[in-house]
Nanobody
Framework: QVELRESGGGLVQPGGSLGLSCAAS????????MGWYRQAPGKQRELVAR???????NYADSVKGRFTISRDNYKNTVYLQMNSLKPEDTAVYYC?????????WGQGTQVTVSS
C-alpha cells in the first residue's frame, strides 16, 4: 500500500502563484508514474502534469508555460509550482502515483483562484 500526503493549495488572486507537494510513503518499490490531476466542479478529472517512465513529463496544454512539475526521488515527493494562475485553474488537485499497475490517489487539495 502506498500513502500519499499532499500539502499546499489555498486561495490566491488571479496572476498569483501557489505550490503543491505530494509525499509518497509505505510500500514503495519503483514508482512508474507520479503527478497531478485536477477536478473542477461539474467536470471530469483531468491530467495537469506528470512524470512518466524514463522521467519524461506530460503537461496539459492549458498549463504549459505556467506550471512546472518537479520531483525529489530520494524523498519520493513530487511538486507542482503553479504561476500566473487563472480562475479556470480552480479545482481540487489530486496527487497520482502508479506502481506495478496499481493506481493510488491522494485525498486532494483545493486550489481557488479568485479576486
Amino acid at each position: 500500500q502506498v500513502e500519499l500526503r499532499e500539502s499546499g493549495g489555498g486561495l490566491v488572486q488571479p496572476g498569483g502563484s501557489l505550490g503543491l507537494s505530494c509525499a509518497a510513503s509505505g510500500s514503495i518499490f519503483s514508482i512508474d508514474v507520479m503527478g497531478w490531476y485536477r477536478q473542477a466542479p461539474g467536470k471530469q478529472r483531468e491530467l495537469v502534469a506528470r512524470f512518466t517512465l524514463g522521467g519524461r513529463t506530460n503537461y496539459a496544454d492549458s498549463v504549459k508555460g505556467r506550471f512546472t512539475i518537479s520531483r525529489d526521488n530520494y524523498k519520493n515527493t513530487v511538486y507542482l509550482q503553479m504561476n500566473s494562475l487563472k480562475p479556470e485553474d480552480t479545482a481540487v488537485y489530486y496527487c497520482n502515483v502508479q506502481q506495478r499497475g496499481i493506481i493510488y490517489w491522494g485525498q486532494g487539495t483545493q486550489v481557488t483562484v479568485s479576486s
